[in-house]
């Protein structure tokens, strides 16, 4: 079965009760911030894979298999039993988002109403989520590529964020314009 950007909004639906206390937000505010994150996590995760680099496929295979997956309530309360890379959020953005992480977490907050710094708790704990289900994906063997290698990645990421390419733009900032609706002040 493909995972679709539905899927992963549920299973982080679903646990908005626990992710908002954690980031001192109700669950409606919650729900909505994961909402307008997700597409900006993609698109940057789309990015890393259509610039050809390693690092993202290296992360899925050795760091990412999807066993957050299997106890994300562990995860978020901090009970589960996982290796700290797999939960590194911070590292993730590092590499997903870069020197952006500001200008993302200030657009991200002028579309939901909360906090740039609630929206920079927020981050961290979704990206080892969907790192986590790209890495169950890409073991699944039902990305619609050849072999295991990062075209595969890049094809369930196309899938992910409409097909739309992130290659050639103008950069994260251009890529979260568009996925904002051009909310993004520059």
Same mark, same amino acid.
């Given at each position: ?33 994961? $909402?307008? $994150? ?149």
């Amino acid at each position: 079965m493909t995972v679709t950007t539905q899927d992963i909004q549920q299973v982080l639906n679903a646990h908005a009760d626990q992710i908002g206390a954690r980031i001192g937000a109700n669950p409606a505010e919650t729900q909505q911030a994961i $909402s307008a $994150s997700l597409p900006a996590l993609l698109a940057g995760l789309q990015q890393q894979a259509a610039a050809g680099g390693t690092g993202l496929q290296q992360a899925i295979e050795q760091d990412h298999d999807g066993s957050i997956l299997d106890d994300i309530a562990g995860y978020l309360n901090g009970t589960a039993s996982l290796d700290p890379r797999t939960t590194n959020g911070g590292g993730i953005l590092d590499h997903v988002l870069g020197g952006q992480q500001p200008a993302v977490q200030q657009a991200l907050s002028a579309r939901t109403g909360l906090t740039s710094s609630t929206i920079a708790q927020l981050l961290p704990i979704l990206a080892p989520i969907v790192m986590g289900m790209l890495g169950r994906q890409a073991r699944s063997g039902t990305s619609g590529g050849s072999g295991g290698g990062l075209g595969d990645l890049g094809s369930i990421l196309g899938g992910l964020t409409g097909g739309t390419s992130t290659s050639g733009s103008g950069g994260l900032g251009d890529i979260l314009g568009s996925i904002l609706g051009g909310s993004q002040n520059r």
